[in-house]
């Protein structure tokens, strides 16, 4: 297919592969985390790691806006949709995401609740049309790519007077996430997770542009290239960083020049920076709480914000135990380093978040990585399902 | 004296009608609905006898019984609608025993106030699908539900079919060295429904696929008698059946990304959806498994019949005791390939 085959060249791949194995030095490593979950689905998917050589090792971040998400605010949702009444519509892969005692927005819809899967903000907006007599509430979630549109579903819920519309947000930030990896304690001082060096995010960026990587770059001394989502972009950027760390150099790169210019979308960002502001503080899964990491509704759209028309107050509710996936989204842990991965946490029966999204670590890992590490994983077949089919 | 003929019933209003209660109620509407669309429609000798039961003889050899309940969103399709689909879908499911398919029942569950235009359509829809396949609705049922109890037409079908002596053909049957093949292009019907629905619609001339595959299973029987293993790749699409016969066979697979068939349109809308074409379904298609040394006859029988002029090879059984369906990727790599979690989209057949 045009202009998808292209990025999926495996002869390309090939060249790219062995022209990262003759410039990564064998006396160093390169330890490079890849920030968005659009990156590591691709490195599984496509089995990239097969083509890298043993000491370029892929880390894989926090970026996978399913993941980060923590059990209070999805605790939050289920309350919310538990309203008489009440619509809540949700990107599909939240539905699944494990909240408190068990339950998750999915089991709340089995129970009774009105819960829709939709595919954009705008959805919503009709939604909330169809059902003038119903109170709709938008659950947004998501990193810069996904905040536009909600901008646009809040500005345009006011021009139409939409008065049964309003919206849960739970947009998060980019940088801040990056900053917090920067600045713990596993990074700066234990030194327990290498980091040498970033992949950028591909979607957010065609947003908020390359520009806001320049400072992590500078101030960190670890070098940036920002890649697109197909699996060449990711090889491309691996041997670009390989080259940096070579060098001694920590620049913000742009492989993704087809989408990412250094100012990103000048109309999306205004758009975004007339209906939300910083929140002070917000709690995300695996970081915790990460200050000015999360946007909330401006005052002039506070008729839309559910979270004053509710009265909904967070509350922390701590992680399963036995999961990793804090430490996993820290870039500490791998999947395979959690007790309870492919045995009691599956894709069918997600522990943690990551196993959720098919852009967590785990989920992608076990989707599509497993049997390379079957002791893991022995003993676990899925049920016969073919004579009900 | 009234000019009205004594005897007379006024015929259901196919054009403005809807269905209501009295249609399930056991009483004269029902009888009437019966008679004028399904008794009409199926016609045959078993139905004109107006039992509640069909008797039928059988010759020797094992029988095959096979039941399938569709609920598919919308009705209506590209290439086809709910009539077509669900005599399609239980045939299938009888020939991929390697059985000849004689005979269906049918059990209709409507929704009170459904236009009885729609249902003719289904039902004449579903009487040209059995007569095409010869394969006959000898009985069937009919239960009208509350609106909003229903949406509008559920169809279950039963199949029987008797196997031909000397085939032997079971999801267990896969053995390491067998290759894999596929007769045609991989997920038709599930971007056909897809491109339909409310909150994705998207223009495309994609149609279903669904098709009768017992002539194909027939020729392909004909060719190799010794085929190991037959499925239809439904609900969770090519994926999900090759991890059921790997589950079941106990053994390992390797497909090749490189020699699936995929149309380019269904490629670029399950780009365009974040959905993989491995895992969207299929109603007109099937996955052979046999020894290596049948493969190249069975892949040629499949090639010259119309529903399987895109067969190809895609693979190999191998040893694996985890029971693994591997892919080696256009890319380079090696994946899994997973059963589907989930749900990848409700209501598909």
């Known amino acids: 297919m045009k202009y998808i085959d292209e990025f999926r060249d495996g002869e390309l791949a090939r060249r790219l592969a062995s022209a990262i194995a003759r410039e990564a030095r064998p006396e160093r490593s390169y330890n490079l985390m890849e920030f968005c979950g659009g990156h590591t689905h691709a490195i599984s998917r496509y089995g990239l790691k097969d083509l890298l050589p043993a000491n370029v090792n892929m880390i894989h971040g926090p970026g996978c806006p399913v993941c980060v998400l923590p059990v209070g605010r999805i605790d939050n949702a289920i309350a919310l949709a538990a309203r008489p009444g009440l619509i809540l519509c949700t990107y599909a892969d939240t539905m699944r995401v494990p909240a408190s005692k068990g339950t998750s927005l999915l089991k709340a819809k089995a129970r009774g609740a009105d819960i829709r899967m939709i595919y954009s903000s705008a959805d919503a907006i009709r939604i909330a049309q169809e059902n003038p007599d119903r109170d709709v509430v938008f659950f947004a979630i998501g990193f810069e790519t996904t905040t536009p549109p909600t901008a646009v579903a809040i500005t345009q819920a006011m021009a139409l007077g939409l008065a049964n519309f309003s919206v849960f947000c739970n947009h ?56 697109g989502f197909e699996p060449l972009d990711v090889m491309q950027a691996i041997l670009m960083l390989v080259r940096q760390l070579n060098d001694g150099r920590a620049e913000v790169e742009n492989e993704f020049t087809r989408a990412v210019t250094r100012d990103g979308n000048a109309k999306a960002k205004a758009l975004v920076a007339e209906v939300f502001e910083l929140r002070r503080s917000f709690e995300w899964r695996g970081l915790g709480e990460v200050p000015y990491s999360a946007l909330r509704i401006k005052e002039k759209y506070g008729d839309f914000d559910a979270e004053a028309r509710y ?38 029966n997600p522990i943690g978040s990551c196993m959720v999204s098919s852009e967590g670590a785990c989920a992608a890992h076990y989707a599509y990585g497993r049997f390379k590490d079957v002791a893991m994983v022995a003993g676990t077949p899925a049920p016969a399902t073919a004579p009900f089919a | 004296m009234s000019a009205v003929r004594s005897g007379y019933v006024r015929p259901v209003d196919f054009k403005h009608g809807h269905v209501d209660m009295t249609h399930g109620g056991g009483g004269r509407a029902m009888a009437q609905l019966i008679d004028e669309l399904f008794v009409r429609a199926f016609d045959n000798e078993w139905l004109r006898q107006a039992n509640d039961q069909a008797a039928f003889r059988v010759g020797a050899g094992r029988m095959v019984m096979a039941t399938d309940s569709h609920v598919v969103s919308p009705l209506f399709f590209p290439g086809g609608d709910i009539g077509c689909l669900c005599v399609h879908g239980t045939i299938n499911d009888v020939a991929m025993s390697g059985a000849t398919p004689l005979y269906l029942a049918a059990g209709f569950i409507l929704e009170e106030g459904f236009p009885l235009a729609d249902l003719k359509r289904i039902v004449e829809s579903m009487a040209a699908a059995a007569r095409d396949a010869h394969v006959p609705v000898i009985t069937g049922d009919t239960k009208v539900v509350e609106k909003g109890k229903g949406d509008g037409v559920f169809i279950t079908t039963t199949g029987v079919g008797v196997i031909p002596a000397g085939i032997d053909i079971s999801g267990d049957r896969a053995r390491p060295g067998d290759r894999i093949l596929v007769s045609g292009t991989m997920g038709d019907h599930g971007v056909a429904i897809m491109s339909l629905r409310e909150n994705l619609t998207f223009d495309t001339t994609i149609r279903s696929d669904t098709a009768a595959l017992h002539d194909l299973v027939a020729a392909m029987i004909a060719a190799v008698p010794g085929i190991h293993c037959l499925r239809d790749p439904t609900r969770g699409g090519l994926a999900t059946t090759l991890n059921e016969l790997a589950h079941q066979s106990g053994c390992g697979m390797v497909i090749g990304e490189k020699h699936i068939p995929v149309n380019g349109q269904v490629q670029a809308a399950c780009e365009f959806l974040g959905l993989d074409p491995l895992y969207v379904a299929n109603e007109g298609k099937l996955v052979a498994i046999c020894a290596a040394e ?38 380079g790599g090696r994946r899994v390939v997973d059963w589907l979690t989930g749900e990848q989209l409700p209501r598909i057949c």
């Open chain 2, 294 to 331: 049948d493969a190249d006859r069975l892949l040629a029988a499949m090639r010259g019949h119309p529903l399987g002029k895109d067969a190809a090879i895609i693979g190999d059984v191998i040893p694996d005791s985890h029971q693994f369906v591997q892919m080696d990727t256009s890319f």
């Open chain 1, 311 to 348: 009265g909904i107050t967070y509350r922390s509710v701590p992680d399963n135990k036995a999961c990793e996936c804090g430490a996993i989204l820290r870039g500490v842990k791998k999947p395979t380093d959690c007790k309870v991965f492919g045995t009691v946490c599956t894709p069918e």
């Open chain 1, 172 to 227: 998060v930030l980019t940088p801040a996430a990056i900053s917090n990896i920067l600045e713990s304690k596993d990074v700066r001082a234990l030194g327990t997770v290498p980091l040498d060096g970033f992949i950028g995010p591909a979607h957010v960026s065609t947003v908020i542009g390359s520009q806001p990587y320049e400072y992590f770059a500078e101030e960190y001394q670890r070098p940036v290239v920002i890649a």
